[in-house]
């Protein structure tokens, strides 16, 4: 049986009234990121994966600027 892989929340924060939390995980024993974005209505994976902490931040801020029309 396959164990599940559950978040490893690194870093959440508000950003523009919405919570995103930065998700940190491995791959190939190198870290990745990704990030959750919670709001109102729901929730999304906004960012999928990033190299670093800064690169899945701002991927994510750039997510909720466009989604949200800021």
Known sequence: ????????I??????RGVRIEVDRGELDGKS?????VD?????AMA????HSKIEAIRKAKK????RFGF
């Open 1 to 8: 049986m396959i164990s599940p892989d559950y978040p490893h």
């Open 10 to 15: 690194v870093l959440s924060f508000i950003y």
């Open 32 to 36: 990745t990121y990704a990030v959750w």
């Open 39 to 43: 709001y109102d209505t729901g929730c």
């Open 47 to 50: 960012v999928p994966y990033a």
């Open 63 to 66: 997510w909720v600027d466009k």
